[in-house]
């Protein structure tokens, strides 16, 4: 699942990349925090597209940077450790400090 959309300052022109085991319908679980499922929360606002039904759980960032996560995890568990990484990262950081400005 992806978008189009793409940071515009993000001079890799690419998006996030999550591969996935868990469902398309698994991330369709509001993400209560801020009112959004968790599948527009990683691909409208932190530009994510998302692989599911992969081997692997795992985040590709801007610059090809790999993070993994446990296999048994579920979409709320994988949508905050995404949320805790992008909000790490140098431009991921700027993303995340604009999501929340607009969540006031």
Request: glycine share 2%.
């Amino acid at each position: 699942m992806s978008n189009n959309n793409i940071n515009p300052v993000n001079y890799f022109e690419n998006r996030r990349e999550l591969k996935t085991s868990l469902l398309k319908s698994d991330f369709d679980l509001l993400y209560e925090k801020f009112g959004l499922k968790c599948s527009d929360l990683l691909i409208e606002h932190f530009y994510c597209n998302i692989c599911f039904n992969s081997h692997e759980n795992s985040l590709t960032s801007y610059d090809g940077r790999k993070y993994i996560f446990e296999n048994n995890i579920s979409a709320i568990e994988i949508t905050n450790e995404c949320l805790n990484l992008i909000s790490t990262m140098s431009m991921g950081s700027n993303e995340h400090s604009t999501f929340l400005k607009n969540q006031e």
